[in-house]
Nanobody
Framework: DVQLQASGGGLVQTGGSLRLSCIHP????????VGWFRQAPGKGREGIAC????????YYADSVKGRFTISRDNAKNTVYLQMDNLKPEDTAVYYC????????????????WGKGTQVTVSS
């Protein structure tokens, strides 16, 4: 069973940056739509960014638009989430997931998931 690995989380101050990585040694990310999701304590899962398969179109939730950037490096079997100008409300566990055709807003129906990585933004 394929399990993606999300890493790069940590503790950062407001306004800081982090880069998350979604990695799998043999998973061909370019054949899938890949999304980043997050879940804060007491809240539902939120889709925040997606890179489509084929044309690499990018999609962002309004809450992160202009601050976060999703990208993929096929040679390294990695999808990144660059997070800049972080805010305390970005504090959550972040997950990456892959789908055969397209990302979903809530993550329902995504085919493959990774274990999350904690991001904590202090005020």
């Amino acid at each position: 069973d394929v399990q993606l690995q999300a890493s790069g989380g940590g503790l950062v101050q407001t306004g800081g940056s982090l880069r998350l990585s979604c990695i799998h040694p043999t998973f061909e990310f370019d054949n899938y739509a890949v999304g980043w999701f997050r879940q804060a304590p007491g809240k539902g899962r939120e889709g925040i960014a997606c890179i489509s398969t084929g044309d690499d179109k990018l999609y962002y939730a309004d809450s992160v638009k202009g601050r976060f950037t999703i990208s993929r490096d096929n040679a390294k079997n990695t999808v990144y989430l660059q997070m800049d100008n972080l805010k305390p409300e970005d504090t959550a566990v972040y997950y990456c997931a892959a789908a055969y055709h397209f990302c979903t807003v809530t993550g329902d129906g995504m085919a493959y998931w990774g274990k999350g990585t904690q991001v904590t933004v202090s005020s």
